[in-house]
């Protein structure tokens, strides 16, 4: 199915996925200039006046910017909600949310029918994310407009199911719009993600490295030195079971190859669960498709060759096909 008049402005089929600690306004508004959906988790925004300023500061640089620019328009931007119990804010932040017309949401660990409900009043789609097909289901069933498959390789919270089962699964039931996330780091891989039966691909990773994200510089060069062999895959830092830098586990005073399992009902996505170290502040979520990565870069430039990637993947994939459809 075409996708909704919202994405018409997309110079790529790409949504920038919300890094915690990471995006904020002057990512989201560079994400959105380039031509990709641009977001960020609300409590990045902290105190909760400050997301009533950041969602001013993108709405009015966008309106300027599409203002000047008539023959390339912004792409439109999302705010991630986390709808677990666990955060207390979730009403206050949908509420400014509302305020500011925000055209996208994108939910996170629950599907909440009365959050879905606010978004619609105000015009605004949501997407939320899942590990499996039975959450999928249930999202959909509450109320939410599209999907966001996790797949394995993803960073930060990931599932561990192969995207092309994932994705052929829910596609069985949902004609919907779908944004898979899961090692996507090339041009190519966001074709692969709308060959597999997305309409869209969700990159994260990518942008830490990136002079707009708010990354250490530490961070961001880690992402470049590393390959998907230096990723691990654990449940110790949250309760939750995410993608890490090896990196940054070893940093932090840790073995990565021996970490304990965590206790999944103590749930904690602001501190270090077990352990003294952070998750994201001193462990660093990556996703397996940073292998491409190779520079810190503006995310103009690093828009610009996605862009050439998927054009010369496409134009390979059209040669490469042709003789089988016939």
């Known amino acids: 199915m075409p996708l909704p008049p919202l994405f018409a402005n997309l110079r790529l089929p790409v949504i920038a996925s919300p890094l915690f600690l990471i995006s904020g306004p002057e990512l989201v508004i560079a994400q959105c200039k380039a031509g990709v959906v641009g977001s960020f988790p609300s409590l990045n925004a902290r105190p909760i006046s ?3 300023e950041w969602l001013h500061q993108i709405t009015e640089e966008l309106a300027a910017h599409n203002r000047a620019h008539p023959d390339r328009p912004a792409a439109p931007f999302a705010v991630n909600q986390i709808v677990h119990k666990t955060n207390n804010r979730l009403e206050e932040d949908i509420a400014l949310c509302g305020k500011w017309q925000v055209p996208l949401l994108i939910t996170s660990l629950g599907a909440r029918e009365d959050v879905y ?5 105000w015009g605004g789609i949501v997407l939320h994310d899942v590990i499996n097909n039975r959450f999928a289901r ?4 509450k109320g939410a407009d599209g999907l966001i498959p996790v797949a394995a390789g993803a960073g930060g919270h990931a599932g561990a199911q192969s995207p092309f089962a994932l994705v052929q699964e829910i596609r069985t039931w949902f004609d919907g719009l779908v944004a898979l996330s899961g090692a996507i780091g090339h041009g190519r891989s966001i074709l692969a993600a709308q060959a597999v ?6 990159i994260g990773s990518a942008w830490i490295a990136t002079h707009e994200a708010r990354a250490i510089d530490a961070y ?3 992402i470049v030195d590393s390959g998907a062999d230096d990723i691990v895959y654990s449940n110790l830092f949250t309760g939750v079971h995410g993608n890490y830098l090896r990196s940054s586990i070893v940093g932090a005073g840790l073995d990565p190859d021996h970490l304990p399992e965590s206790d999944p009902s103590k749930m904690n996505f602001g501190s270090g669960g077990n352990t003294e170290a952070k ?5 660093w979520g990556s996703g397996q498709g940073i292998g491409t990565i190779k520079a810190v870069e503006t995310v103009a430039e690093r828009v610009a060759k996605f862009e050439a990637e998927y054009r010369a993947a496409a134009a390979a994939l059209a040669a490469n096909s042709a003789p089988f459809l016939k």
């Open 220 to 222: 961001k060069q880690a």
């Open 117 to 121: 409900q606010a978004a619609h009043s």
């Open 50 to 52: 400050q997301l009533d």
């Open 197 to 202: 039966g997305a309409d869209l691909a969700y």
């Open 138 to 141: 249930k999202a959909i069933e």
């Open 279 to 283: 998750a994201w502040k001193d462990i």
